[in-house]
């Protein structure tokens, strides 16, 4: 009984001295959201045989497990100074894509197979080192407006799993037609942090004289990578288009008794294709014929008139004209425009009450002159009778001289 009691304690003895270490490990250079090959030695440090040795591995954060946690070595000799007698056993993980650099634990349990108990435990450390990684976001604006000042925004987006440092952005416009203004092209960023994103302005205009396209806009990236040890760069090409929409602008200009002008121009910085202008169904408004008119194009700075027979009635208020146009990029878009009724009102009275001056003063030699067209066109008609008056007497006194001359010859 002694005997096989000091047997049973130095096998226990020996057992406890299988020991695991990290051989090493696939790839050597772990980043974060890769999966790393763990190679285990196992060795038996005691002076017996380890039966029935089971290696398993926890799994625990950082690392999701993709192979079997559990290894069965069976006898486990006993190790020698030259280091044969070491088993490898090969466990995979996968590193979270989110963690931060550093040494994160891996934890071993070694027992037996017959017994559910722990005899030890041994603790691995795995280095992982993260991805520098960034990404260029073009947003904002798509579309400038030839020599309209505008903002566009730059977003650049930490998509790695490293902070980002010491960031050079630039970008440019290689045909020169859209320039920054108020400052140069290039911006510094001392950090952003993972998963967070930095948002770069720049005041810009495009060419007043720039044809309707779309133009490349060059971006440039330049950031530290830490794992590496050099300077990352991103180049890569955003588009922006110069034209689009444009604005006009309408005018009441004439009224006849049928119908009633307007002069509609293009004050935009775009030309405007296909422009069909039309008069709504609004209240206080009557429309006597066709309500619509076809324009055609109207380049910038143009303009062109059109009419329309309308007639106001008691209740009438602004008038709303709507313009329909096709822009540069081929959209079809509308414009509504109000003209004031009493602006309309005191020019068509202002027209009205000049005709019937007119009228007046060449009809009614007594008439009163309500303004100054109507007296200038009464005094016209004086100075002209008051001339023929006077010719008249001249080629009369004329006449009656030489009748008497000529008589006076005749009695002698």
Do not use: C
């Amino acid at each position: 009984m002694i005997l096989s009691l000091n047997f049973g304690f130095s096998a226990e003895s020996s057992f406890t001295d299988v020991r695991a270490s990290l051989v090493n490990q696939n790839p050597s250079q772990v980043i974060a959201g890769d999966i790393v090959e763990l190679r285990i030695g196992i060795e038996n440090w005691g002076y017996q045989v380890a039966n029935n040795v089971v290696i398993e591995l926890e799994e625990q954060y950082p690392f999701e497990l993709i192979s079997d946690n559990i290894e069965e070595i069976g006898a486990l000799q006993t190790t020698k100074n030259d280091g044969t007698n070491i088993q490898i056993i090969k466990f995979k993980l996968r590193a979270n894509s989110e963690i931060s650099a550093g040494e994160y634990p891996v934890k071993l349990n070694i027992y037996q197979k017959s017994s559910p108990n722990i005899i030890q435990e041994e603790i691995i450390m795995v280095d992982i080192k993260t991805k520098e990684s960034a990404e260029i976001v073009y947003i904002d604006k798509t579309v400038l407006i030839p020599g309209k000042q505008e903002t566009i925004k730059f977003v650049i987006n930490n998509v790695g799993s490293s902070e980002l440092k010491d960031l050079s952005f630039s970008w440019t416009n290689p045909e020169g037609i859209i320039l920054p203004v108020g400052s140069d092209n290039s911006r510094y960023v001392k950090s952003i942090p993972v998963g967070e994103k930095i948002e770069l302005s720049y005041n810009v205009i495009a060419s007043s004289n720039a044809n309707a396209d779309l133009y490349q806009l060059k971006l440039k990236l330049n950031y530290e990578n830490i794992l590496a040890n050099t300077i990352s760069e991103i180049e890569t090409i955003a588009g922006i288009y110069v034209g689009g929409g444009t604005d006009f602008e309408v005018v009441f200009t004439q009224e006849t008794q049928s119908e009633k002008s307007f002069t509609i121009s293009n004050i935009g910085s775009n030309t405007a294709d296909s422009v069909t202008v039309k008069i709504p169904s609004q209240t206080g408004w009557q429309i006597l014929g066709a309500n619509s008119q076809i324009i055609g194009n109207l380049n910038k700075g143009d303009y062109t008139t059109v009419s329309f027979p309308i007639s106001s009635q008691q209740n009438a208020k602004d008038l709303e004209v709507v313009i329909d146009y096709t822009n540069t990029m081929g959209e079809r878009l509308t414009q509504t425009k109000t003209i004031s009724f009493d602006q309309m009102s005191q020019m068509g009275s202002s027209e009205t009450l000049v005709k019937s001056d007119v009228r007046d003063g060449s009809n009614q030699r007594g008439g009163s002159m309500k303004n100054v067209s109507g007296g200038l066109s009464t005094v016209g008609t004086y100075l002209k009778y008051a001339g023929i008056t006077i010719i008249l007497l001249i080629v009369g006194i004329y006449g009656f001289r030489t009748y008497r001359k000529s008589k006076n010859k005749t009695h002698k």
